[in-house]
């Protein structure tokens, strides 16, 4: 497992909700649309989640488990990451390190 795939924001709401159990395994890949075998490696680090996986595993927990504060809150930082990781790559925001974009100046 990678530091990086560990300390992702999806694998620690992966992690916490099936450590907890509160959603079974099957039921999780099954809602996610992955066999549950591509799930353990998610949840071991051996592989990262891509993008439109994090997408439906915050709807997924934000959908089901909203009345579990912690696992509500990291849901919606995911989804928050989400978003701003989507802006990024489509050309709407720049990273902190550079100048503002042109067209605010």
Avoid: C
């Avoid at 990678?2 to 999806?10: C, F």
């Avoid at 439109?52 to 909203?66: D, F, G, N, P, T």
């Amino acid at each position: 497992m990678t530091l990086k795939t560990r300390n992702s924001a999806a694998h620690q709401l992966l992690t916490r909700i099936l450590t907890r159990e509160l959603i079974g395994r099957s039921d999780l890949a099954q809602l996610l649309a992955i066999d549950e075998s591509m799930l353990e490696r998610h949840e071991s680090g051996e592989r990262p989640m891509n993008l439109s996986l994090q997408w439906k595993l915050a709807a997924v927990v934000i959908a089901s488990l909203s009345q579990i504060p912690e696992v509500r809150r990291r849901a919606y930082a995911l989804r928050a990451q989400l978003i701003a990781v989507s802006a990024y790559q489509g050309g709407e925001t720049e990273t902190h390190a550079s100048s503002a974009p042109s067209r605010f100046l």
